[in-house]
């Protein structure tokens, strides 16, 4: 219990800062601060692509997940896959669950297990996300995981690691105050803050223009996405 108060003050105190140290910084361009490589972020696709698509994200926000819904999972063949497109997601937890869930993904060795979970926790957040006790939590977030062959053995040594919520609340409000992130979904393609993130036919096109730009020919990936609507 003391544990999980003083994770909820830490919680509290960082999210209370982040606007005075906004205020304070010298303003910087968004972009170039999101294109560094960060410790906590999930990626997907060649590093080398021409579009660099950058995701602020956090687990238990309902425009999140159909963020990933109604956009990603519909670029992630045609564009992603493809190498025309890099996805960069990072952790940008808003309350407490949203926090231990970025933990548990971040304490997983391995890449694979990492995206697979990112994707389960999205598609499965209601069963997860608004419970009411750390018990029930950690017994759903663990079927979650289990369901999706992901092991659990670590997951309590995980969420008590109080040095790794430090750091996940302290990049959290680096990026609120260079990147000036200040709600969840925040992307970035490439350099350029993107605002209308919950239509398709939009974000395709505004993928499609940079890699026009880049020489790439887009037709067939933009005919992919849309058939996935």
């Known amino acids: 219990m003391k544990h999980l108060v003083k994770i909820m003050l830490a919680f509290l105190l960082a999210f209370l800062a982040l606007p005075a140290w906004a205020e304070n910084e010298n303003k ?13 972020e999930v990626t997907y696709g060649n ?43 990072r ?5 407490n669950q ?3 869930a970025s933990m548990l993904v971040q304490c997983l060795p391995d890449i694979e297990p990492k995206r697979l979970f990112v994707t389960a926790l999205f598609k499965n957040q209601s069963e997860w996300a608004f419970v009411n006790t750390e018990q029930e939590f950690m017994k759903k977030i663990e079927a979650v995981a289990k369901a999706n062959n992901i092991g659990t053995s670590g997951f309590a ?14 990049a959290r409000a680096q990026a609120s105050s260079k990147a000036h992130i200040r709600s969840t979904p925040t992307v970035f393609i490439n350099k350029e ?5 919950r239509q398709l036919e939009p974000f395709i096109a505004a993928l499609d223009k940079v890699l026009l730009e ?16």
């Open 157 to 170: 040594d995980c969420t008590a690691n109080e040095n790794l919520a430090d750091q996940l609340l302290k």
């Open 193 to 197: 803050k993107y605002v209308d993130n």
């Open 28 to 40: 910087q361009n968004d972009g170039d601060y999101v294109l560094q490589k960060t410790k906590f």
């Open 214 to 229: 880049d020489g790439y020919a887009v037709k067939t990936g933009m005919e992919e996405a849309r058939e996935q609507k």
């Open 91 to 95: 952790y940008f937890p808003l309350n």
């Open 47 to 89: 590093p080398a692509a021409p579009v660099v698509l950058t995701e602020y994200s956090s687990f238990t926000c309902p425009h999140c997940k159909n963020f990933h819904a109604q956009i990603i999972d519909k670029i992630m063949a045609p564009y992603i896959d493809t190498g025309m497109v890099y996805y960069v997601f």
């Open 98 to 100: 949203a926090l231990k």
